[in-house]
């Protein structure tokens, strides 16, 4: 059960905005209407594999967005604004759903394609505000200056902003209207644009396009190379359940590195964890305690407890 104390983060994510500016940062300006992608169908006969290739290529990975801003207290609301009908769209859904993102729904009403997604996060931000007291943090996933008086209003309803945008897709003025503004590419767990550097795929054969996107695009889980830690007691447990805990580790150690701290409480470290992975439990794993699960970890963590009775402190290995 959640102490009361503790902060309570809103998420709110113009997802059309977020996934046309990460497409354009990637293949280039305006790319995105040139490509049609809104409506691109890789089952289609007419598909291009070149633009299926780059749509792969600039996915955008919900979970790092939600992961951090779980790092500002417990996620209390997390809304994905955007026209699911459209099939860049509907590639999320499995990402979304396993997150309990609400999806809400907005068609076009404009030749412009422009679904007023602006407008309706702002009434929900505002009426969230106003019905949760207890709304510590507001997330706007988003780099459009029409935000901008909405994070003025938030700080000055005692909100701390938060922003995250897509670099070179976002109003400097709105980042400065933040508390803070974090840039997509430097989120724990996301491929920065600058090592996104394959060429743009011309091919018209679809194997070899699908084959250059699996070179450049990582695992989604972020799990680093010879992490595989020692067998857990219990022999039931998957390698992937394993791979799957060292990654949401190193994630968490990553976004708690945040406060400038070289070694971290362990006790911090399980609060963030459960924040991003609620079903996360050591003695799933096989572990009668958490200190336990880290000591199997020993190739991606250092732990330091030099006093029986005092905090286990740890970090990752470099």
Known sequence: MAEQSEDQVGVYLDFDNIVISRYNQLHGTNQFAKDKARHHTN????ADPAVSARI???MIDVGA???YASSFGAIVISRAYADWSAAVNARY???LTDRAVDLIQLFPTVASLKNGADIRLAIDV???SFRSSDLSHIVIVAGDSDYIPLAQRCKRLGRYVIGIGVSGATSTVLAAACHEFADYDSLPGVVSAAQLTAPVIESTDAPAAASAVTDVVPPAAGEPEGAEASAPANPAV???ARKAATALLVRAMDLLANNDQEWQHAS???LQMRRMDPSFQERTLGFRQFSDFLKSR???VELDKKNPTGPVLLRLRA
Do not use: N
């Open 93 to 95: 859904q499995r990402q």
């Open 238 to 240: 998957s390698p992937a």
């Open 56 to 58: 792969q290529l600039a």
């Open 126 to 128: 505002m009426e969230d």
């Open 268 to 270: 911090a470290l399980k």
């Open 298 to 300: 020993h190739t991606v």
């Open 43 to 46: 089952g289609s006969a007419k």
């Open 65 to 67: 967005v939600l992961d």
